[in-house]
């Protein structure tokens, strides 16, 4: 290979570039200290509360409930990293001087007015106290509420939550709503922990009037959810059913309120033993609920009452349910319940229900889980009436370990009537006699199937609809344009009358 200049050149640079690489000097980072990384760590938060309080400036603004609900999103992570020192800092930086609920909301997280003054600088501006306003202070307040609610206070959250809900009553302002509903329900939140929940019920109830009233949808449906807590809570499933006929839910609220209003509404109707209505509700609970694994504990819930009124509606659960990675442990039992119920082993279920008792009766499942041992013994005829044309009743009893055969007599006969099986008893030689299957399709099951998946369709369609969001004021500018056409007909018109535009200007002088 032949060398050039321009190759020689090259050669000799790259020496040169090599040093010049060893020569560079790169540049150091400085760790910081572990004071300097708290510091910036409560200035970030600092910063995040100040754009939330920002976020509600615009909204009274704007009378604009979205920036509400953006700043309440955006508290969950500033939820995480408060404390005392924070908190105080923000109280110090946002309310005005001689507030006297300053002072209240800094003795609850163990500071005191004097000690967080001298923090300040002596330069530092005083602040307005008319541009303070009172979404400002219910904001701070439910920021102090958050703490004392995760450092488990719960006498001073009570009392803190009362003071919040008379002055939330006596503001009434629409810009408030968003907040209002958030402080009525950790109201009933600490209440419930302090095992008083009856004792804010009578408040709950005339707060709901009120909401209902002012067409507040926000609060009416925290209150309605929170309601029908209580009455679940003590069994008052009667009350609870009055109440949701008497008060109808505001189409308008938010999915989160929705999944828990439907999930109440499955627990009520399951309890009266409605559990089509109840496995409705349920359904959808699951498709409106959160799905992030901060509320696994909901879907948890939902899925437990959803599989045994599935179970009680003569179903059997997809296995898939079992298999979700945050269900597959807490819903171990009910997946062995789903198996005895499947085979119909009776033995089996009651071997179930036995060892996770306790686990039923927290889940407040075992009560309708004692109602499936009917379930569990119409499968088990089921099967025996596919696989034997003609068993005796004997054998009935000794498959079901019934006691006598005048059980299974009666339980064969109910199952017959109840459509359950097609076969006939012989009384006289005590045989049950299956009949032989009838095709599926020449049955309306088809098409109750297929009505059920497109009532399915409509109602999801119909929500889609009530969910739209439209542009503020929109329709003012489509009024403007429509009167600026028939002004423009209008003076269309005119011309013609005139004369200046007549159709015969078009046909010629020969018209």
């Not at 499933?237 to 509404?265: C, G, I, T, W």
Request: hydrophobic letters at 40%; charged letters at 30%; glycine letters at 4%.
């Amino acid at each position: 290979m032949v060398e050039t200049r321009s190759t020689k050149a090259k050669k000799d640079d790259k020496p040169a570039e090599k040093g010049a690489e060893k020569d560079a000097v790169v540049p150091m980072e400085i760790e910081k200290t572990d004071a300097e990384k708290k510091a910036d760590a409560e200035a970030q938060v600092l910063s995040d509360i100040k754009a939330n309080i920002t976020l509600l400036d615009r909204a009274v603004a704007t009378l604009e409930g979205r920036f509400t609900t953006r700043a309440l999103r955006a508290t969950a992570s500033i939820r995480k990293r408060l404390n005392p020192d924070i908190i105080g800092q923000a109280l110090n930086a946002h309310f005005p001087e001689g507030n006297p609920r300053k002072a209240s909301l800094l003795a609850k997280v163990g500071k005191t007015t004097d000690t967080m003054e001298v923090d300040q600088p002596a330069s530092a501006p005083a602040k307005d106290a008319t541009k303070f306003l009172p979404e400002h202070e219910i904001y701070l307040s439910y920021l102090v509420l958050l703490y004392l609610h995760d450092q488990k206070m719960n006498d001073k959250g009570t009392q803190l939550a009362t003071e919040l809900v008379e002055t939330v009553q006596s503001l009434n302002r629409r810009s408030l709503d968003q907040l209002a509903g958030r402080i009525y329900f950790y109201f009933a939140r600490f209440y419930e922990l302090s095992d008083k929940l009856t004792e804010a019920r009578p408040l709950l109830l005339a707060a709901q009037r009120t909401a209902t009233l002012r067409r507040d949808d926000d609060t009416q449906a925290t209150l309605l959810n929170l309601l029908l807590r209580s009455y679940l809570h003590f069994n008052l499933y009667e009350q609870a059913d009055k109440l949701v006929s008497k008060a109808a839910f505001p189409e308008e609220a938010s999915n989160n309120q929705m999944a828990r209003h439907m999930y109440y509404l499955g627990r009520t109707k399951a309890m009266q033993l409605d559990y089509t209505a109840s496995h409705r509700h349920l359904l959808q609970a699951v498709r409106k609920g959160p799905t992030s694994p901060a509320s696994a504990g909901f879907q948890q819930a939902v899925h437990k009452l959803a599989i045994i009124v599935q179970l009680l509606m003569g179903e059997i659960p997809d296995r898939a349910v079992f298999r979700q990675p945050t269900l597959q442990k807490s819903l171990l039992p009910y997946l062995q319940i789903t198996q005895a119920v499947r085979i119909g082993d009776l033995a089996r279920f009651q071997e179930t229900l036995g060892q996770h008792a306790a686990v039923f009766r927290t889940d407040k499942t075992y009560t309708l889980i004692l109602r499936l041992r009917h379930n569990v013994i119409k499968t088990g005829v089921r099967m025996i009436s596919l696989s034997y044309s003609r068993i005796s009743l004997r054998d009935i009893c000794l498959k079901l370990q019934l006691d006598s055969e005048e059980d299974a007599e009666y339980i064969v006969a109910k199952s017959i009537r109840d459509g359950v099986i097609d076969a006939s008893i012989d009384h006289e030689k005590g045989y049950m006699k299956s009949k032989e299957n009838v095709d599926l399709y020449s049955t309306t099951e088809p098409q109750n199937a297929f009505n059920q998946r497109i009532s399915f369709c409509l109602n999801l369609h119909n929500e889609s609809v009530k969910a739209l969001r439209f542009p503020l004021d929109a329709h003012r500018k489509e009024l403007e344009n429509a009167t600026a056409l028939r002004e423009e007909e209008r003076k269309l018109a005119k011309e013609i009358v005139d004369g200046e535009l007549g159709d015969e200007d078009d046909l010629g002088d020969e018209w």
